[in-house]
T-cell receptor
Framework: DGGITQSPKYLFRKEGQNVTLSCEQN?????MYWYRQDPGQGLRLIYY???????QKGDIAEGYSVSREKKESFPLTVTSAQKNPTAFYLC????????????FGQGTRLTVV | AQKITQTQPGMFVQEKEAVTLDCTYD???????LFWYKQPSSGEMIFLIY??????QNATEGRYSLNFQKARKSANLVISASQLGDSAMYFC???????????FGPGTRLSVLP
């Protein structure tokens, strides 16, 4: 079945550590996105990529980094520079035409301990 | 700049009744798409319905319909015959036709009462 997979589902990070969230899709989609969601709030864009080896910062990119070495994969690293990383992280992909919806993964819940 | 407004933080509806969730948007692009997503407590985002800015008719998908009023920049979601499983967060989103990302509103939490 085609879809988008995020792992792990739950992640715990100690203060000062970098952690990487995985996002893989087999939908052959060109565009991929990372969103952050805080409790009771909407989604805010961290980074997005429209093509392999290219990505752009979203509204809240500080303290995060990404790579897009393969079409199927768009990992997100939460660095120690991100002062408040506890949140729910959602990865999405899209065929990159205006009329098509974004498909989402199941999300990763990151908690700083 | 894009902006999505959802003015209802929370809504209650009786089971089997209809409910309207409000969404207004702001864009200067004449070509755009509007989307509604449902997010149950499990956290997954479920796509519900799409409306294109040039579509002449309101979109419908089963019990979901979109009341699109272009001049008012309004794209309200109507859920008919509410079910207990409809209890969730609902997000309105927009993407300009040649834009690069989806912009989401703050969401509305819908609670369906038995």
């Amino acid at each position: 079945d085609g879809g988008i997979t995020q792992s792990p589902k739950y992640l715990f990070r100690k203060e000062g550590q970098n952690v990487t969230l995985s996002c893989e899709q087999n939908l052959n989609h060109d565009a991929m996105y990372w969103y952050r969601q805080d409790p009771g709030q909407g989604l805010r864009l961290i980074y997005y990529s429209q093509i392999v080896n290219d990505f752009q910062k979203g509204d809240i990119a500080e303290g995060y980094s990404v790579s897009r070495e393969k079409k199927e994969s768009f990992p997100l690293t939460v660095t120690s520079a991100q002062k408040n990383p506890t949140a729910f992280y959602l990865c999405a992909s899209n065929i990159d035409r205006g009329s098509t919806e974004a498909f989402f993964g199941q999300g990763t819940r990151l908690t700083v301990v | 700049a894009q902006k999505i407004t959802q003015t209802q933080p929370g809504m209650f509806v009786q089971e089997k009744e209809a409910v309207t969730l409000d969404c207004t948007y702001d864009t200067s692009d004449p070509s755009y798409g509007l989307f509604w997503y449902k997010q149950p407590s499990s956290g997954e985002m479920i796509f519900l319905i799409y409306q294109g800015s040039y579509d002449q008719q309101n979109a419908t998908e089963g019990r979901y319909s979109l009341n699109f009023q272009k001049a008012r920049k309004s794209a309200n979601l109507v859920i008919s015959a509410s079910q207990l499983g409809d209890s969730a967060m609902y997000f309105c989103a927009m993407r300009e036709n040649y834009g690069q990302n989806f912009v989401f509103g703050p969401g509305t939490r819908l609670s369906v009462l038995p």
